[in-house]
């Protein structure tokens, strides 16, 4: 199976800190990774995409990695503030279709004042 | 640019009875997605369109669901004969064909409670 895993349901951080959240990938290496936001009883927003071939991006405070010989990616929010807090989702395209996303369970993250 | 919209945001049904969904994409977007999602899960893939044909289901997808999209704009997601373990967020998401094609546009989902 083509799984995702991220690491711990809850993550905790101190306003003004970096939160670094994990996600680990089985069997083949993606072509690409997203990472989504999620508020309670809203959709994924879309935050970031890096493909294979890119080692990190960069979107204002938030930067993705992605390390094919770990099969991991890791994002990071530097100075977080408490705005910050939601649940983080990474996803990869299905080895079968392109057009099928897997998610991870997501990471819970909550940003204390 | 008024995103993904989704009706109704939330729906409470008897066991048995059939429901459905209604999902109005971005206009210009020629894919439409539908996921399903449960507590504490991501997303889960359900089915996807480009234009009006339905290219991939899951298998998730029972013969009791089924999605439509007859113009290629808006898209219906129906399950028949509902059960309690259908109980979930519906999803759906649009992108657009082109160089940012893998990013998807998700709308805020219809949350379905069977009893």
């Known amino acids: ?33 997203q990472w989504y936001r999620q508020d309670p009883g809203r959709g994924p927003v879309f935050l970031l995409l890096i493909r294979e071939n890119e080692k990190e991006k960069r979107k204002e405070r938030l930067k993705v990695t992605f390390d094919t010989t770990l099969k991991q990616s890791l994002f990071h929010i530097t100075a977080s503030q ?21 998610f991870g369970s997501g990471t819970q993250l909550t940003v204390l004042p | 640019d008024t995103g993904v919209s ?79 373990g259908d109980s979930a967020m519906y999803l759906c998401a649009s992108s657009h064909t082109g160089t940012e094609d893998e990013k998807l546009f998700f709308g805020s989902g219809t949350q379905l409670s069977v009893l």
């Not at chain 1, 910050?84 to 099928?100: E, F, M, V």
């Not at chain 2, 996807?48 to 290629?72: C, I, M, T, V």
């Open chain 1, 82 to 102: 408490p705005a910050d807090s939601a649940t983080y989702l990474c996803a990869r395209p299905s080895s079968g279709s392109a057009r099928q996303l897997t």
């Open chain 1, 1 to 33: 199976s083509q799984k995702i895993e991220q690491n711990s349901e809850a993550l905790n951080i101190q306003e003004g800190k970096t939160a670094t959240l994990t996600c680990n990938y089985t069997n083949y290496s993606p072509a690409y990774l």
């Open chain 2, 6 to 84: 989704q009706n109704p945001r939330h729906k409470i049904t008897k066991r048995g009875q059939n429901v459905t969904f209604r999902c109005d994409p971005i206009s210009e977007h020629n894919r439409l997605y539908w996921y399903r999602q449960t507590l504490g899960q991501g997303p889960e893939f359900l089915t996807y369109f480009q234009n009006e044909a339905q290219l991939e289901k899951s298998r998730l997808l029972s013969d009791r669901f089924s999605a439509e999209r007859p113009k290629g704009s808006f898209s219906t997601l129906e399950i028949q004969r509902t059960e309690q």
